[in-house]
Nanobody, 126 residues
């Protein structure tokens, strides 16, 4: 399984960005896809996740109401629409594939994901 994240950039507070995560070689191994972000000096943070079957979504509190995760099964791509961006959203955003079931139990646990793509940088200025 390979993942390709894209769509990052430099924007101002209040602007929007849409990140994409293209998943290839998934075969039957993808149960869910999650987005994490890495801020220097802090642990990686779960941002949002979505199950491949049923498209059930999960969000961390600090993005609820601002970010929307979705997936296009035909394109094997997961999107993260980020609205009302804040300077504190500045981070390296990475997507990851989770193969195992029971996603609802530990979707925010980074170690439960099996494959990772490279990150895409998002920088929000005030």
């Amino acid at each position: 399984v390979q993942l390709q994240a894209s769509g990052g950039g430099s924007v101002r507070a209040g602007d929007s960005l849409k990140l994409s995560c293209a998943v290839s070689g998934r075969a039957l191994t993808t149960n869910a896809v999650g987005w994490f972000r890495q801020i220097p000096g802090r642990e990686d943070e779960f941002v949002a996740g979505i199950t491949w079957i049923g498209a059930r979504t999960y969000y961390t509190d600090f993005v609820k109401g601002r970010f929307t995760i979705s997936r296009d099964s035909a394109k094997n791509t997961v999107y993260l629409q980020m609205d009302s961006l804040k300077p504190e959203d500045t981070a390296l955003y990475s997507c990851a594939v989770r193969s195992s079931q029971y996603y609802y139990r530990d979707y925010a646990n980074k170690t439960s994901y099996d494959y990772w793509g490279q990150g895409t940088q998002v920088t929000v200025s005030s």
